[in-house]
């Protein structure tokens, strides 16, 4: 690994890696300041509704129930549509600026003729998004504890299993990372190896909602990232799921491992 490179591409995406974790606490904290306002006789009224519990088990992969708690509640800004998206907009951003970003634009053989082997490159880029991600998926804890602290909730929030589904959240995380390095060392456009990994993050939402509704998609769910992703268990006290990290953990490492693999024996195109 290389200090030097691992410094440009913090430098490069430095506004990027900060405003992305703010971002979610400010999200969370807004969740948070919501049910506030809500109320809890107006949040179980909603929560109870038939179109509401499935909404919320399209999200959540399973029905809450008619127990509402605000730990409950601030799950769903775990499993938002817009935690997600920053996540996926921060990895794709910076799993693709180098590796891939380089060939692109043409300047990748001046990159190479450094004193620095592929694989340190690859492993340089990498580290940063790995650091990042443990304060991206810290972040929504910390917005759910500032917005109670800011705007106490009709009873005090668990915070224990949110830790928990930070976890889980990191694993998710660092297997998208890991999937977008690989797909970085296979082509030869940026455009295409965003497209690729967007279009297999959209059909693992796709497959997760389709699952929820509809029996014979629920076989195949196993096939998408989300579906590893399951922040009802963590709420609800359940045991770690060890098996759901495990996968997302062999995910990251094996798509990673690949990436590096090919990145350090591919052909280079000329600019």
């Not at 492993?123 to 504890?145: D, E, F, N, R």
């Not at 917005?147 to 297997?175: C, K």
């Amino acid at each position: 690994m290389n200090g030097a490179l691992v410094r440009k591409t913090f430098r490069d995406s430095w506004w990027l890696l900060i405003l992305v974790p703010v971002a979610i606490v400010v999200f969370e904290t807004l969740v948070v300041r919501a049910y506030r306002e809500i109320g809890s006789e107006a949040a179980g009224f909603w929560m109870n509704r038939p179109f509401t519990r499935q909404l919320m088990r399209v999200l959540m992969g399973a029905d809450l129930g008619a127990s509402i708690t605000p730990t409950v509640l601030v799950m769903i800004g775990f499993a938002h549509p817009l935690l997600h998206a920053l996540n996926w907009l921060l990895l794709l951003t910076v799993c693709t600026r180098t590796t891939v970003g380089e060939i692109d634009r043409g300047t990748a053989d001046v990159l190479l003729t450094l004193p620095i082997s592929r694989a340190s490159i690859y492993a340089s880029v990498s580290s940063v998004w790995i650091l990042v991600g443990v304060p991206v998926s810290l972040a929504p804890v910390l917005g759910v504890w500032i917005g109670e602290w800011l705007s106490p909730l009709w009873a005090p929030i668990t915070f224990r299993p949110l830790f928990v589904l930070a976890l889980n959240l990191l694993a998710l995380y660092l297997s998208v990372g890991g999937v977008a390095m690989c797909m970085s060392s296979l082509v030869s456009r940026r455009g295409t190896a965003v497209a690729l990994v967007l279009t297999g993050l959209l059909a693992s939402v796709l497959l997760n909602f389709l699952a929820s509704v509809w029996a014979a998609a629920e076989r195949l769910a196993f096939l998408g990232l989300l579906h590893y992703y399951k922040p009802f268990t963590a709420i609800r006290g359940g045991p770690l799921p060890v098996d759901d990290l495990a996968t997302l953990g062999a995910v990251a490492v094996v798509a990673w491992l690949s990436g590096l693999v090919c990145y350090c024996r591919r052909d280079i195109p000329a600019a």
